[in-house]
T-cell receptor, first 112, second 113 residues
Framework: GENVEQHPSTLSVQEGDSAVIKCTYS??????FPWYKQELGKRPQLIID?????GEKKDQRIAVTLNKTAKHFSLHITETQPEDSAVYFC???????????FGTGTRLQVTL | DTEVTQTPKHLVMGMTNKKSLKCEQH?????MYWYKQKAKKPPELMFV???????INESVPSRFSPECPNSSLLNLHLHALQPEDSALYLC????????????FGPGTRLLVL
């Protein structure tokens, strides 16, 4: 089955700096890659996603890049703000499967 | 209505109790999911319902019993749970079974004593 690895497990940045979180996946059939943000005690919320026919996608301060050859994808957050502090999970879905396989999560702390 | 709702928010139960978790969505989604999330871990898929039929059971112990009474509702019946079953139980839904975007409910935080 699919295996998704995520790094780093914790990341601390100063407000205004950029943050990058990286994930690798094992199943070459995976074609959908969402990123979820989960604040303490809250539900995971989809913040951005990318499909395998696209190399990069941007939404304001958030961008995701995908390298299908290397089987890795990354989340980029620019101009970080304290409200960006949360746990971020990457995930992958293969083909027409219903199952999302999640990475282990990155705890992002944005300090003032 | 663009949300997935779950009740109760918190639940404490003994190992001999029977309880149920409820999930509801009114977005017309045809796929619904149960996930279990332990502290500081990612969500782990338990069950998938596709058009009100169970399509995936991730080898979940029989003390967890899912039910999909209609396209808007999803239940998780709990019986004879163990303390290690204490976790956040998340429901999610998506437009179609293989449709990518899954929307999560707020979860039920379960404590088994």
């Amino acid at each position: 089955g699919e295996n998704v690895e995520q790094h780093p497990s914790t990341l601390s940045v100063q407000e205004g700096d950029s943050a990058v979180i990286k994930c690798t996946y094992s199943d070459s059939a995976s074609n959908y890659f969402p990123w979820y943000k989960q604040e303490l005690g809250k539900r995971p919320q989809l913040i951005i996603d990318i499909r395998s026919n696209v190399g990069e996608k941007k939404d304001q301060r958030i961008a995701v890049t995908l390298n299908k050859t290397a089987k890795h994808f990354s989340l980029h957050i620019t101009e970080t703000q304290p409200e960006d502090s949360a746990v971020y999970f990457c995930a992958a879905r293969a083909g027409t499967a219903s199952k999302l396989t999640f990475g282990t999560g990155t705890r992002l702390q944005v300090t003032l | 209505d663009t949300e997935v709702t779950q009740t109760p928010k918190h639940l404490v139960m003994g190992m001999t109790n029977k309880k149920s978790l409820k999930c509801e969505q009114h977005m017309g989604h045809r796929a619904m999911y149960w996930y279990k999330q332990k502290a500081k871990k990612p969500p782990e898929l338990m069950f998938v319902y596709s058009y009100e039929k169970l399509s995936i059971n991730e080898s979940v112990p029989s003390r967890f019993s899912p039910e999909c009474p209609n396209s808007s509702l999803l239940n998780l019946h709990l019986h004879a749970l163990q303390p290690e079953d204490s976790a956040l139980y998340l429901c999610a839904s998506s437009q179609e079974p293989a449709q990518e975007t899954q929307y999560f409910g707020p979860g039920t935080r379960l404590l088994v004593l």
